[in-house]
């Protein structure tokens, strides 16, 4: 029973550690993704003895003006609902990730552990009910803030809701009526099987416009550009959290980036197959760790030795630029990756093309999260990308789209799966 509990603590505890760790990340990705796009420098101002890393010490400035930012609250609002609004929001953000595996499993002593922290058997279900909670606090918010702009931004948020959730709902009806299930780590490993001994079956492949109509849907869900009318910022403000300030804004600002952490592991899970890697199944890299191993550390010592280069060949070409310590930051980078290199390097030592059965159990585990949060990431990133590539629809069309087009689609996405299961 205590092993039970402790392993159950550490899975929720990685979880926390990914979702809370990734924000910051994220926010620093935004800005210096967002001024890419634009053609201009981004955040590079805020430092630490000098050191400012492209920006990424702005997050951690951030967070702590927010901390010491004096907590203004409105006349008129309702004060308990006012304050339990973000709360809220933040805490369905974090709790939706229970059922999500981030891996097959672990093997300490001969034992399996599952990598997930809640392996339930109606675990989609679990998630779009945790998920659609969050809109309570988001509406709560509106209501008792006692503003119209955040009211309007409420009442925008629960259509939107109601809207696309129905269309997100049935695009996954096709997914689950294929795997027959319900269980996510059921969904996860039938997509580790081939189609025609080549063709991974991933949800994407089975369900292109069931895949194309969920990820749709997260972004409305998830309130990003095109679909961030509940903000609005230049037609209602902010909307539903203009009235907030210090930390509850920032649990406000915090649950926005769970939300897509949540919703780009979602499109891992469901349609490009989880921790699986294409050709790759575990008892694959089980049984050929000893090469397996040997190649992924050759690798690593090459990336990071490129990588290295890359940034002491800057640091040579533009010394003296900036004339303080932003002349020392390639270098540091550089000597950073220099140093992975050489460990990836020095581990040769360890013969690693011997390894043993509990190490290529290991390393296989380990192969299979780095895979899922290899995924994670670059829907977050694809997250950023649309935010700032694409123009934010107006309501009317927000609803056409929601109502006229993907509804249609995926209502007749789901009778033509349906005839084709019966059939085969």
């Known amino acids: 029973m205590m092993e039970l509990v402790v392993a159950t603590l550490l899975k929720i505890v990685f979880m926390l550690v990914l979702v809370i760790g990734l924000i910051p990340v994220l926010v620093w990705a935004e800005r210096k993704g967002s001024a890419f796009i634009q053609d201009r420098t981004g955040p590079n101002r805020a430092s630490v003895a000098g050191i400012r890393l492209g ?23 309702h004060g308990f609902l006012y304050a339990l609004a973000p709360f809220v929001v933040f805490f369905v953000a974090l709790v939706t990730y229970a059922v999500i595996p981030f891996g097959d499993y672990l093997e300490v002593g ?10 339930l ?4 279900l679990y998630v779009f009910a945790i998920a659609s909670l969050g809109t309570y606090g988001i509406v709560m918010a509106g209501w008792a803030s006692n503003n119209k702009y955040a009211f309007l931004g409420a009442l925008r948020s629960t259509s939107q809701m109601i809207s696309y959730e129905i269309s997100m709902g049935l695009a996954i009806m096709g997914l689950l009526l294929i795997f027959q299930s319900l269980r996510l780590t059921e969904i996860v490993s039938g997509q580790g099987d081939l189609i025609w001994g080549f063709l991974p079956k991933w949800g994407v492949v089975i369900q292109p416009l069931g895949a194309l109509l969920f990820i749709t849907a997260i972004f ?27 930390m509850k804004f920032a649990l406000f600002f915090m649950a926005e980036y769970a939300n897509m952490v949540i919703g780009a592991a979602l499109i891992a899970t469901l349609f490009f197959g989880g921790w699986n890697i294409p050709w790759l ?35 040579v070409r533009e010394r003296g630029k900036f004339g303080d310590a932003r002349d020392r930051e390639p270098g540091l980078l550089g000597g950073f990756f220099a140093v992975v290199g050489a460990l990836s390097l020095a581990s040769f030592a360890l013969a690693p093309w011997r390894v043993g059965p509990a190490g290529a159990s290991l390393f296989a585990t380990l192969l299979q999260v780095g895979a899922f949060v290899g995924k994670v990431v670059f829907f977050c ?21 929601g109502w006229k087009v993907m509804l249609p689609l995926a209502l007749a996405n789901l009778v033509i799966t349906a005839v084709g299961v019966a059939i085969v």
Request: charged content about 20%.
């Open 220 to 246: 409305a869900e998830t309130n990003r550009t095109p679909f961030d009318l509940p903000e609005g910022e230049s037609e209602i403000v902010a909307g539903y959290h203009l009235e907030y300030s210090s």
């Open 55 to 77: 920006g990424l010490v702005h997050p951690i400035a951030d967070v702590v003006k927010l901390l010491f930012k004096e907590d203004v609250r409105p006349d008129g609002v």
């Open 121 to 124: 058997n109606v675990g989609i």
């Open 110 to 119: 001969g034992r399996q552990i599952p990598l997930v922290v809640a392996d």
């Open 281 to 315: 199944s575990r008892q694959t890299i089980t049984a050929g760790a000893d090469t397996l191993l040997p190649l992924v550390l050759g690798l690593q010592a090459v990336v990071s030795g490129v990588i290295a280069w890359l940034f002491f060949r800057r640091a």
């Open 381 to 401: 990133w694809f997250f950023v990308w649309v935010r700032w590539t694409l123009p934010r629809f107006r309501y009317d069309q927000l609803m056409s789209l």
